[in-house]
């Protein structure tokens, strides 16, 4: 788990020990245009990443169908097992890609780079991927951790004021559940502009609460209220 501004000495390094194959970056076509620039500053000229990402339909209605196999196409052209995925998400991203990194070849690894503040607080860790089906949301599916969170608190700043109370929403959830986090939450759960260091504590400790739940119960049975 990573937090602070992504940059090259953080995410790209890691890329390689955690595969050595070649990744490929999963996105959608407004987040890429938004965030583009600081995913190349990420990634510098990087022999083991895919220069042509993969683009999936943003929003909720887009996460059925067809739309969530061009990640699983262009994961599978070889026998590499290695081969990796990056998900640079904006929610339904990050469910699609994570799905496709867990079929193809029977599962490969997937960093998510979360650009909301709920998938940034929340969602990005647990490993729940899954697309929907004509009859219902969220049915075909499975359970596949990502390998690392990285956190760029910079990338929340493009979020929409509503965006940013429901992202505020998970990480009360989470203050809820750990007595010391509670305390500290009127300095950190502050409004739009709050300072960033702020901000970032508010993700590392709402992780950590994620994190705890999720290690003792992996796919989440008998928690069912944990998202």
Not at 54 to 82: E, F, H, K, N, Y
Request: hydrophobic share 40%.
């Amino acid at each position: 788990m990573v937090t602070g501004p992504v940059r090259s000495r953080v995410l790209a390094p890691a890329l390689p020990r955690i595969a050595p194959g070649r990744w490929v970056v999963v996105s959608s076509a407004p987040v890429l245009a938004a965030q583009g620039g600081r995913l190349e500053e990420a990634l510098g000229r990087r022999r083991n990443v895919d220069p042509a990402p993969l683009l999936v339909p943003d929003g909720r209605p887009q996460r059925a169908g067809p739309s969530w196999q061009a990640p699983l196409r262009g994961g599978a052209p070889g026998p590499d097992p290695r081969r990796g995925r990056r998900g640079v998400r904006r929610g339904t991203v990050g469910d699609v890609a994570g799905l496709a990194a867990a079929l193809a070849l029977r599962g490969v690894p997937v960093v998510q780079v979360p650009t909301t503040l709920l998938a940034a607080a929340d969602s990005a860790l647990g490993g729940k991927t899954a697309v929907n089906l004509a009859s219902g949301k969220n049915l075909a599916g499975t359970f596949h951790h990502p390998r690392l969170v990285c956190v760029d608190t910079r990338l929340l700043a493009t979020l929409s004021d509503r965006d940013h109370r429901s992202g505020l929403a998970e990480v009360v959830k989470s203050a809820l559940l750990s007595a010391t986090f509670w305390k500290r939450l009127p300095d950190l759960a502050g409004p739009r502009g709050a300072e960033e260091p702020a901000l970032a504590e508010a993700v590392v400790r709402s992780l950590h609460v994620k994190a705890s739940v999720v290690s003792r119960d992996p796919t989440r049975l008998s928690g069912r209220g944990t998202s």
